[in-house]
């Protein structure tokens, strides 16, 4: 094997669906020297970790932690601990990541009801009313917060309330808001909710937080049959965390460090100004996009922050302009997934990658690169609209 030829990694604008820009402060957390996960240091260090997720998160829960895996494995904690064989769910879909919560709850035993909302549009709470009267033996509502396949910010409070009075706990799936848009936690009990380390916490991939109310510990504790999945089992999980320090996995230790920064990042900044910033600098990127001449997929009461979907023009090839992006400017973006293939364009403004210099940068970078393809964008006009926003 040839080892004398360098690794090809050169640094990108990651201005994607994630992973996001990951500050230096980070990398360099990462590469401290390892500890032995049951090290009195590394413990601390999984202490604070723990207080700052709560931050992040906005909760007491004594149960918040951060699940060795991605954001995917947030979605399979949550389902394969609060599901058992045979239980109703309701999963509410408007996008490819309720329909992976519908997925991953199927291949739990559970019986899914399905709510709907066609892509580009939040879920109406009127329709998972009707659900729970005409399901009221279901269990768990399964609600994705920030569906990063259309860009559509979910409001919770109104189905939360529903879920509640009729005795149902709320998954959340917040991997695309969590650092960058409000997730409120214990303002609205939530029961459990997941994210991703990639995201607006502005990590690399390879942990997903997660936080546990009071109800879904009890309902967790009170299972009848073990956690189908030894790893993901939170019942081991908190041991490890809480007081006891029971061995139950090797702990992704210099990932912690990773995290351990970046939550301080945000801690330093404060989480309002944080969810400020991502807001601000979205409405400057959809300024700038509909300067360009361009049209947005979601209507504006419902648009995430931390993504934009954007409609790809009449004859313009996506998978062109991606490529010119990346070969001209090194810039990343993504590509629409599921039945938004070949129809928008995202664009994630998260953590550090959420700044005005980015969005200039990009805008100009997109209008010339639409330009070449035919499309008469007005990039003059698109940095104006930037400025008037941000000025
Ligand atoms: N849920 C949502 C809303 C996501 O955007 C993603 C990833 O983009 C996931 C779940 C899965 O996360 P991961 O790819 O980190 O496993």
Redesign the pocket.
Known sequence: MNTQKPRKVSEKLLLG??PTPVESRVLRALSEPTLGHLDKDFIAIMDETRKLLQYVFQTDNELTVAMS???????ETACVNMIERGDKVIICSH???GE??IDVANRCGAEVVKVAAPMGKPIDPEDVRKAIKSNPDAKIIGI??????TGVLQPLDDITKAAHEAGMHMIV????SLGGVEVPVDRLSLDMV?S????CLGCP?GL?PVTVGPKAVDRIKRRTHKVQSWYLDLTMIMRYWGEERFYHHTAPVNMIYGLNEALRIIAEEGLENRWLRHRKNAEALWAGLEGLGLKLLVDKEYRLPS?TSVLVPEGVDEVAVRKELMNEYSIEIGAGLGDLKGKILRIGLMGSGSRKENIVLFLAALGNVLRKQGFNADIGGALQAVEKVLS
Request: charged share 10%; aromatic share 6%; proline share 6%.
């Open positions: 669906p994630g895996g991605t954001g995917s494995a947030g979605m996008g490819v990541f992976r919560m994705v917060h920030a569906e990063t396949s799936d917040a991997v695309t997941y991703g380390s990639q995201k991939p997903a993504l």
